[in-house]
């Protein structure tokens, strides 16, 4: 069973850094992503990385926010998204995501809890 739990939110001022980290049972073959919810708006991808390392950037994430992904190092898989830079506006509930298929080509999409990043002065 697929298992997520995201860590390192908190509250930080503009300008600063952060660096969110997803612990999974297993990653496998899976793209993982990060993404976030701002109060009263919908969930939007910041990023994805696929197993070979291949990331893609939404435009929100592009040139501040760096992921990466640890498979099965020291016997732990970690997601993790650097974010430097940061605004008052990245201030949302930030999410790990894993995306596999099944043996019958299912799409199988699990989340983490998330965990919350304030940007504030």
């Known amino acids: 069973q697929v298992h997520l739990v995201e860590s390192g939110g908190g509250l930080v001022q503009p300008g600063g850094s952060l660096r969110l980290s997803c612990v999974g049972s297993?990653?496998?073959?899976?793209?993982m992503g990060w993404f976030r919810q701002a109060p009263g708006k919908q969930r939007d991808l910041l990023a994805l990385i696929t197993e070979g390392g291949t990331t893609h950037y939404s435009d929100a994430a592009k040139a501040r926010f760096t992921i990466s992904r640890d498979n099965y190092k020291n016997n732990k898989n970690i997601l993790y998204l650097q974010m430097d830079s940061l605004r008052p506006d990245d201030t949302a509930v930030y999410y790990c995501?894993?995306?596999?298929?099944?043996?019958?080509?299912?799409?199988?999409?699990?989340w983490g809890q998330g965990t919350q990043v304030t940007v504030s002065a």
């Open positions: 297993e990653f496998g073959d899976s793209t």
């Open positions: 995501n894993q995306r596999t298929y099944d043996t019958r080509g299912r799409l199988l999409e699990y």
